[in-house]
């Protein structure tokens, strides 16, 4: 499994940022796929997950309302829409296969860097 994140960049303050990631060798059925971040010196955080066995997608407190998640399934691609992005919001973002959305992730590529800042 190979899953490859994009877009990260430099956006000020209520900008906003779409996040893509390119999943080859996956399983869509089997694996539930999602993002997670990791900002300096924090510990590791879920962001969002899609269920690989309804759908269903997850999000964080810190993001509901305000990061959305999408999928096509044709192009082996996931999305992660960020809106009215906060400084708190820093972070490197991550693509992850995992079991089941409430659980550890068990694999991930490269991450990408999103820096809100003005």
């Known amino acids: 499994v190979q899953l490859q994140a994009f877009g990260g960049g430099l956006v000020q303050p209520g900008g906003s940022l779409r996040l893509s990631c390119a999943a080859s060798g996956f399983t869509w059925d089997y694996y539930s796929i999602g993002w997670f971040r990791q900002a300096p010196g924090k510990e590791r955080e879920g962001v969002s997950c899609?269920?690989?066995?309804?759908?269903?997608?997850y999000d964080a407190d810190s993001v509901k309302g305000r990061f959305t998640f999408s999928r096509d399934k044709r192009r082996k691609t996931v999305y992660l829409q960020m809106n009215s992005l906060k400084p708190e919001d820093t972070a490197v973002y991550y693509c992850?296969?995992?079991?089941?959305?409430?659980?550890?992730?068990?694999?991930w590529g490269q991450g990408t860097l999103v820096t809100v800042s003005s």
């Open positions: 992850a296969a995992y079991g089941r959305c409430n659980g550890q992730p068990l694999g």
């Open positions: 899609m269920s690989s066995s309804d759908g269903s997608t």
